[in-house]
């Protein structure tokens, strides 16, 4: 059965400092897709990026970077010198090559002070 | 990328009436589209999948005659709450793939029902 586990219900920290967001997954598929996206209070879902199970490649952009492990099934999200707007809920999914179902993870609540 | 409007953004109703949530692809032709249901502080949860010109395929627990949802055109899906009660008040959110975003899913706005 596939399965993503966001184990951070809520984090909040300081403005400026890092954050790491953690998602672990289940698969047995060797064909998926991982994404990660930002949730703010507004309700509208805010795509952030897509990674396929054959590109372990880290990726920043930004602010914002991934760490793709297929070692540990995770693939967590960093913000680097967080700012207040990055305040939102953000969602890790799991979706495989066969169909278009997402997978989603409970979410993380993150809350960034001024 | 791909854009997905909702209409309404928001509708409060009172219980027993039905409400039509629009959803359209405006920029690529959506062959399958998604229907999602977010209560306060929780997760998306998948109500039902509708692939253009078929009858949707409900998730388990989720009422098909209480959530009709019609997927008519390839930039075009509905859902109607029917006969609506309080505890139908949620945020509902659809998203849709096909052609040139047959890769991923694109969400629309959302739709915040209130059911007094």
């Known amino acids: 059965a596939q399965k993503v586990t966001q184990a951070q219900t809520e984090i909040s920290v300081v403005e400026k400092e890092d954050v790491t967001l953690d998602c672990v997954y289940e698969?047995?598929?060797?064909?998926?897709?991982l994404f990660w996206y930002k949730q703010p209070p507004s309700g509208e879902l805010v795509f952030l990026i897509r990674?396929?199970?054959?590109d372990e490649q880290n990726e920043i952009s930004g602010r914002y970077s991934w760490n793709f492990q297929k070692s540990t099934s995770s693939f967590n999200f960093t913000i680097t010198a967080s700012q207040v707007v990055d305040s939102a809920v953000y969602f890790c999914?799991?979706?495989?090559?066969?169909?278009?179902?997402?997978?989603w993870g409970a979410g993380t609540k993150l809350i960034i002070k001024p | 990328g791909a854009v997905v409007s909702q209409h309404p953004s928001w509708v409060i109703c009172k219980s027993g009436t039905s409400v039509k949530i629009e959803c359209r692809s405006l920029d690529f032709q959506a062959t399958t589209m998604f229907w999602y249901r977010q209560f306060p502080k929780q997760s998306l949860m998948l109500m039902a999948t509708?692939?253009?010109?078929?009858?949707?395929?409900?998730e388990q627990g989720v009422e098909k005659d209480k959530f009709l949802i019609n997927h008519a055109s390839l930039t075009l899906s509905t859902l109607t709450v029917t006969s609506a009660h309080p505890e139908d008040s949620s945020f509902y959110i659809c998203s849709a793939s096909g052609g040139r975003a047959r890769n991923e899913q694109f969400f629309g706005p959302g739709t915040r029902l209130t059911v007094l």
């Open positions: 509708s692939n253009e010109g078929s009858k949707a395929t409900y």
């Open positions: 990674r396929n199970s054959f």
């Open positions: 999914a799991l979706r495989m090559d066969s169909n278009y179902q997402l997978i």
């Open positions: 698969t047995r598929d060797t064909t998926y897709y």
